[in-house]
């Protein structure tokens, strides 16, 4: 299969529209109402002019400096969290407030979607939120509230797509600018400001873009001379490709499903493992009807030789389409893997999706081929049914076995408690938490970074998220990242 790279900050700056202008093109004119205008004097006509001139003059000499963009993968998908002024070399800006500046924010898919049915629920047009402003010599940072300011926008295509953003900045108040040294330049300066719009965010940075001809383009993380592991990552139905738009990137910003893997608090655990996340050219869904299977398998052979991994030491992991996926590369590749993490698989849509629901006897193929599973699940799902889900596959997975069930209670509060159902041997796990009477999951978060958190709830289907910050425990207090590594670092 031929191949070719894109740093996945690239596949960021394709992703982002750098805008001409910032008016409204479209906007509508009025001829004035003719009026009889007082007569002036020759003298005034020329004073008139001299002041229009100096004023155009010094709106033309304004200072403008350049703004940069910095992402944050969250829970719920990558935001714009920063933004960096740069007010140049041997300066130093001071009496800076929250309310200094207005950012202007909007984001958009209009024109990716133009000339098709679909539609996106995820466009914005929005006064960025400020919640914190620091100055660190000639640079402002201005700090956003992490709940607003996705990267993706959702579209009824079931889709996240990158969205083209555009940043506008205007400074409502002067700040004070002064050289390295300490001289004044300017106690109360005024400045304006551009943004290219792009974005940089150092955990996709650690990522490679490696599209495949004929295959399944996937996004690669490198962890370097001497690693010989590898985890695989099977992204939800919401981060495939949409319109054939080989994006190959949707897969590490809708959730922190790729990132997660290539953290320090990771890679720690796992002991240096490269990360491979695949991006579905469509859906996992259609992982027989396309032969899915057999290409993320020979992909994943490829990268085995190529960067020297034991093949006795890959991890596969996926959540609800990705789960469904993870379970399909079990039943026909269980060679592949030493150990699985499985999020809320998604076998009771499959069928009416363009899959096929695994039967029995191709579950009881993942007992047989002897592969640890570990699974997660909200004790109720709206979206795949726990019962049919992640509780079949465990009832398969333990029948005959003795089960012992362990009640665990969250340090945090705001975050869903769990219980842990594990056999003794603890190959087979299940962690199902608590959901509310709205059916939704808890989660503690701090996106306004004022240090104290904050009790988010999002869908009863996003359990995931507990599985990405490594929280599901075993009666033993293993947690579950722990316990695949326990599987390769022999």
């Given at each position: 299969?031929?191949?070719?790279?894109?740093?996945?900050?690239?596949?960021?700056?394709?992703?982002?529209?750098?805008?001409?202008?910032?008016?409204?093109?479209?906007?509508?004119?009025?001829?004035?109402?003719?009026?009889?205008?007082?007569?002036?004097?020759?003298?005034?006509?020329?004073?008139?002019?001299?002041?229009?001139?100096?004023?155009?003059?010094?709106?033309?000499?304004?200072?403008?400096?350049?703004?940069?963009?910095?992402?944050?993968?969250?829970?719920?998908?990558?935001?714009?969290?920063?933004?960096?002024?740069?007010?140049?070399?041997?300066?130093?800006?001071?009496?800076?407030?929250?309310?200094?500046?207005?950012?202007?924010?909007?984001?958009?898919?209009?024109?990716?979607?133009?000339?098709?049915?679909?539609?996106?629920?995820?466009?914005?047009?929005?006064?960025?939120?400020?919640?914190?402003?620091?100055?660190?010599?000639?640079?402002?940072?201005?700090?956003?509230?992490?709940?607003?300011?996705?990267?993706?926008?959702?579209?009824?295509?079931?889709?996240?797509?990158?969205?083209?953003?555009?940043?506008?900045?205007?400074?409502?108040?002067?700040?004070?600018?002064?050289?390295?040294?300490?001289?004044?330049?300017?106690?109360?300066?005024?400045?304006?400001?551009?943004?290219?719009?792009?974005?940089?965010?150092?955990?996709?940075?650690?990522?490679?873009?490696?599209?495949?001809?004929?295959?399944?383009?996937?996004?690669?993380?490198?962890?370097?001379?001497?690693?010989?592991?590898?985890?695989?990552?099977?992204?939800?139905?919401?981060?495939?490709?949409?319109?054939?738009?080989?994006?190959?990137?949707?897969?590490?910003?809708?959730?922190?499903?790729?990132?997660?893997?290539?953290?320090?608090?990771?890679?720690?655990?796992?002991?240096?493992?490269?990360?491979?996340?695949?991006?579905?050219?469509?859906?996992?869904?259609?992982?027989?009807?396309?032969?899915?299977?057999?290409?993320?398998?020979?992909?994943?052979?490829?990268?085995?030789?190529?960067?020297?991994?034991?093949?006795?030491?890959?991890?596969?992991?996926?959540?609800?389409?990705?789960?469904?996926?993870?379970?399909r590369m079990l039943i026909a590749h269980p060679e592949l893997f030493a150990a699985a993490v499985i999020n809320c698989p998604a076998y009771d849509v499959a069928s009416d999706r363009g899959g096929e629901t695994p039967t029995?006897?191709?579950?009881?193929?993942?007992?047989?081929?002897?592969?640890?599973?570990?699974?997660?699940?909200?004790?109720?799902?709206?979206?795949?049914?726990?019962?049919?889900?992640?509780?079949?596959?465990?009832?398969?997975?333990?029948?005959?076995?003795?089960?012992?069930?362990?009640?665990?209670?969250?340090?945090?509060?705001?975050?869903?408690?769990?219980?842990?159902?594990?056999?003794?041997?603890?190959?087979?796990?299940?962690?199902?938490?608590?959901?509310?009477?709205?059916?939704?999951?808890?989660?503690?978060?701090?996106?306004?970074?004022?240090?104290?958190?904050?009790?988010?709830?999002?869908?009863?289907?996003?359990?995931?998220?507990?599985?990405?910050?490594?929280?599901?425990?075993?009666?033993?207090?293993?947690?579950?990242?722990?316990?695949?590594?326990?599987?390769?670092?022999?």
């Amino acid at each position: 299969m031929m191949k070719r790279t894109l740093s996945a900050a690239l596949i960021c700056m394709m992703a982002a529209s750098v805008m001409g202008g910032c008016g409204d093109g479209a906007q509508e004119t009025k001829a004035p109402e003719t009026q009889a205008e007082p007569q002036t004097s020759a003298q005034e006509t020329a004073e008139s002019e001299t002041e229009t001139e100096a004023e155009s003059e010094k709106k033309e000499s304004g200072d403008t400096y350049g703004c940069q963009l910095y992402g944050t993968v969250t829970d719920a998908g990558q935001v714009v969290s920063e933004m960096v002024i740069d007010f140049g070399d041997s300066k130093k800006v001071t009496n800076v407030e929250n309310d200094t500046f207005t950012v202007h924010a909007t984001a958009s898919v209009k024109e990716f979607l133009e000339g098709t049915d679909l539609e996106s629920y995820g466009d914005y047009d929005i006064d960025r939120k400020i919640v914190k402003t620091e100055t660190d010599g000639q640079k402002v940072i201005l700090y956003f509230d992490q709940s607003e300011g996705a990267t993706l926008a959702y579209t009824s295509g079931s889709r996240n797509y990158p969205a083209d953003l555009t940043y506008t900045i205007i400074q409502n108040k002067p700040v004070t600018l002064t050289a390295a040294d300490g001289t004044m330049l300017e106690e109360e300066y005024t400045a304006e400001y551009t943004c290219d719009n792009t974005v940089e965010d150092e955990e996709t940075a650690k990522f490679e873009s490696v599209l495949v001809d004929g295959g399944i383009n996937y996004q690669f993380y490198n962890a370097g001379e001497g690693a010989d592991k590898l985890v695989i990552w099977f992204h939800g139905n919401g981060e495939g490709d949409l319109l054939e738009s080989r994006n190959n990137v949707a897969q590490i910003l809708g959730n922190r499903g790729g990132v997660a893997w290539a953290s320090d608090e990771f890679q720690e655990i796992l002991g240096k493992a490269h990360v491979m996340a695949f991006q579905a050219p469509d859906t996992w869904y259609y992982a027989q009807r396309d032969g899915l299977l057999e290409k993320a398998a020979d992909e994943i052979k490829e990268v085995v030789e190529k960067y020297k991994v034991d093949p006795g030491k890959v991890l596969v992991a996926g959540c609800s389409a990705g789960g469904y996926m993870t379970s399909r590369m079990l039943i026909a590749h269980p060679e592949l893997f030493a150990a699985a993490v499985i999020n809320c698989p998604a076998y009771d849509v499959a069928s009416d999706r363009g899959g096929e629901t695994p039967t029995d006897e191709e579950l009881k193929a993942i007992k047989d081929s002897g592969v640890p599973v570990w699974l997660v699940q909200g004790e109720t799902d709206s979206v795949v049914a726990t019962e049919e889900c992640s509780k079949r596959l465990f009832a398969i997975l333990t029948e005959g076995q003795e089960v012992t069930e362990t009640a665990v209670k969250q340090e945090m509060e705001q975050d869903s408690d769990f219980t842990t159902y594990e056999t003794a041997d603890g190959k087979y796990k299940l962690s199902l938490y608590e959901t509310t009477e709205d059916d939704k999951l808890r989660f503690a978060e701090d996106y306004d970074r004022d240090g104290e958190m904050t009790e988010v709830l999002y869908s009863n289907h996003w359990s995931w998220i507990y599985t990405l910050k490594n929280n599901p425990q075993a009666a033993d207090g293993t947690h579950i990242v722990d316990w695949a590594a326990g599987f390769v670092n022999k």
